[in-house]
């Protein structure tokens, strides 16, 4: 399977790429596929199931709003998140919806979206079912869905062993493990992220590839200065108060501070302003989801502002070694808290963010690898136990924990030269397994873990 560093990276909406991107990414899939199908004129309501991760967190998470905005025809990329929420609530005031945009059905939302808390589809935690109904109430279209984490989504014909959406383009320098990866860049003396350029420019030229990744880059920039500008408690009910815009105003205003770890502070800044915009469901890039959004802005947030010499070409390079790293986990493990736990969210970004650094400070592949399994081997067995099914509490703190143990990697990396005895994969694999072997409650169902011992008020 052939993925982009256009498939790791995407604009999106906050709280969650599995949770929010993906259902509404297959809502609208099912509303396209509808007038494609030539069912729509035909079609006098809606009806959503949502199973699994889905159903046990869906409200917290923003899903069943998901599904209405992606019925109507919205997507993830230009959903105009300020009035995201509003739209969601007229819909359910005026018991309508406007399907693909322009069709009008009837619409209960207590009846249309359901939420089950305690059954599962076969094929993966984040399932979903859609069907359009006739004026008699006879099924027009079923189908189901997978979000199988950071915004990807299958149809229902997947199976368990379908992470990633098929690609078939011959690639000139495929691989599927980091050794393969290494052995490449040994072969034809070559970086990480120049393999990965070359590969990308089987869809794209340099200049385009170029001006999206910087683009997303922008993104980035903007949701940290909208996280460092935005005051007041976040939305869901547990009365979280954003820490980013007292810390900006904090650093900002000590200039003459000497503190040799003022740059960690920064890091720390740099990240809980991201997840506090995802909490919010603001404008987020899912790097790799978005309950993990904050680490790889966090990381490039500091090679930009503490590395000399740091530029745009240097950016570019960190985001196509961050995603090689990226492709790894999703071809081999999973990105989805649902199936694996956080490890595979904040783990995945952690590691994909170590290697960015480590390629752009001057590392070899080898210790780019290093740096990249040292940044997951100790995310190793992260549960994702929400409070309140919320993306708040643990997640907008870990990301900034994670952000400084990803800096950590890459430099600890940096002084070694490459060898180590646990390699990525066996990390990889090992992350797999954990997570196979970890109880379902400590995967995104808010059933264990901080979320039943913490008490929400």
Not at 178 to 183: F, G, K, M
Not at 315 to 338: D, E, M, Q
Not at 423 to 438: R, Y
Request: proline share 4%; net charge negative; aromatic share 6%.
């Amino acid at each position: 399977m052939a993925l982009s560093v256009l498939d790791l990276f995407s604009v999106g909406i906050g709280p969650s790429s599995s949770h929010t991107v993906g259902p509404m990414r297959a809502a609208k899939r099912f509303a396209d596929g509808l007038k494609g199908d030539g069912h729509l004129s035909s079609t006098t309501r809606v009806q959503a199931e949502l199973f699994g991760s889905l159903g046990a967190t869906g409200r917290g998470h923003g899903s069943d709003k998901a599904v209405v905005l992606g019925f109507q025809g919205l997507d993830p990329e230009t959903v105009d998140t300020s009035t995201a929420d509003d739209q969601v609530a007229a819909a359910a005031l005026d018991a309508e919806l406007m399907i693909g945009g322009n069709h009008r059905v009837d619409f209960n939302w207590d009846e249309d979206v359901v939420l089950h808390r305690r059954k599962s589809l076969p094929a993966h935690p984040n399932g979903m079912t859609f069907r359009a109904l006739d004026h008699a109430g006879a099924v027009l279209s079923e189908r189901s869905y997978y979000s199988i984490g950071g915004g990807f989504v299958v149809d229902g014909d997947a199976d368990a062993d379908d992470r990633v959406v098929a690609d078939t383009t011959v690639l000139p320098y495929p691989f599927t493990t980091a050794d393969e990866l290494l052995a490449i860049c040994k072969r034809e003396g070559m970086s990480i992220s120049d393999v990965m350029l070359a590969n990308e420019l089987t869809w794209r030229s340099e200049a385009d590839l170029r001006d999206k990744l910087l683009a997303l880059w922008a993104v980035m920039r903007e949701c940290v200065d909208n996280g460092c500008s935005a005051e007041g408690i976040l939305p869901g009910g547990l009365n979280v108060k954003r820490r980013a815009p007292s810390l900006f105003q904090t650093l900002t205003a000590d200039t003459g501070v000497t503190d040799p770890l003022r740059a960690m502070e920064w890091v720390n800044l740099f990240a809980l302003a991201v997840n506090e915009e995802n909490a919010a469901g603001g404008r987020i890039v899912t790097a790799p989801t978005n309950g993990a959004a904050g680490i790889v802005p966090a990381v490039l947030h500091y090679y930009v502002k503490f590395v000399p010499g740091a530029d745009d070409d240097g950016v570019v390079r960190f985001l196509l070694t961050a995603a090689a790293v990226g492709i790894l986990f999703k071809i081999n493990a999973s990105i989805s808290g649902a199936e694996v736990g956080c490890q595979g969210e904040v783990g995945s970004a952690c590691s994909m963010a170590a290697a960015g650094l480590c390629e752009v400070l001057g590392g070899t592949p080898e210790q780019v690898e290093n740096a990249a399994e040292v940044g997951i081997e100790h995310n190793l067995g992260l549960t994702c136990d929400p409070v309140g099914g919320l993306v708040q509490i643990p997640c907008i703190e870990r990301n900034a924990i994670a952000s400084v143990k990803a800096i950590n990697a890459a430099r600890l990396s940096l002084h070694g030269d490459g060898s180590h005895k646990v390699s990525l994969d066996k990390a990889i694999k090992t992350m797999k397994e954990t997570g196979a072997d970890m109880m379902t409650k400590y995967k995104e169902t808010s059933r264990g873990g901080l979320a039943v011992n913490v008490i929400e008020c």
